[in-house]
């Protein structure tokens, strides 16, 4: 189990967001985008990533500075069965950006690493809202699978944010250096927190 909380710890402690991340475009921004607004509003985040996404932000020095940022462990790895969880119950899960693989993956069941066997626990259960962000090219979004993948995270009550209103799917040669629709995030997420009150 990784969240879900009674209602007296929910109304003395403020939300607490699990925020968890795949290795996509936008990913670099995922501090300022998302991790710091939220902390902003006085709620509190914990950050687990996918391992691939760990590696791509071990390598630009943000797994220290959203540490640093959050007051706990970015998590990328299961913890030992006698350890202590690194994070606290959380409130909502945000998965922003969310890769081709993690959403395929996450549709399924699959829960081979942390950031997926988090936000799968979630999807199944009812206290816990579920942002998605997937970020992903034409060709990727093609795939004869990928609708029903969407379909099947709309169908356990996952909220999708794809920033197609903000600016269309590219094809893969002219995919264009930009960020993930984070106030579209931010938006969804504050949302579905205050739904719970
Ligand atoms: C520079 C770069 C950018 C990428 N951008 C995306 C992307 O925006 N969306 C996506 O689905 N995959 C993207 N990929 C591929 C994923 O990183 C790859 O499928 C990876 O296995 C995903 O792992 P994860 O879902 O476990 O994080 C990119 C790869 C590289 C090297």
Redesign the pocket.
Known sequence: MTAGRTATESAVRPPMVGVV???????SGLRIGLVEPVLARGWRVGVT?????AR?LTAIGEVEALAAATGFPVRSESRLPEEPRPHPPVDCYVLA???????A?LALGIGD?Q??TQVGEALGDVRVPVVVS????AA?ARHPAWSGHLAALRLAGARLVDGAGEFPLTEPAD?PERGLPWSSVLAAVVEAVDARK
Request: charge should be positive; hydrophobic fraction near 45%.
């Open positions: 991340a795949a290795a996509a475009g936008g990913l990533l996918t391992p691939t996404a791509w950006p969310a890769s081709a693989n993690t959403v993956k690493n950031a997926l997937p970020r992903v090219n990727q995919e």
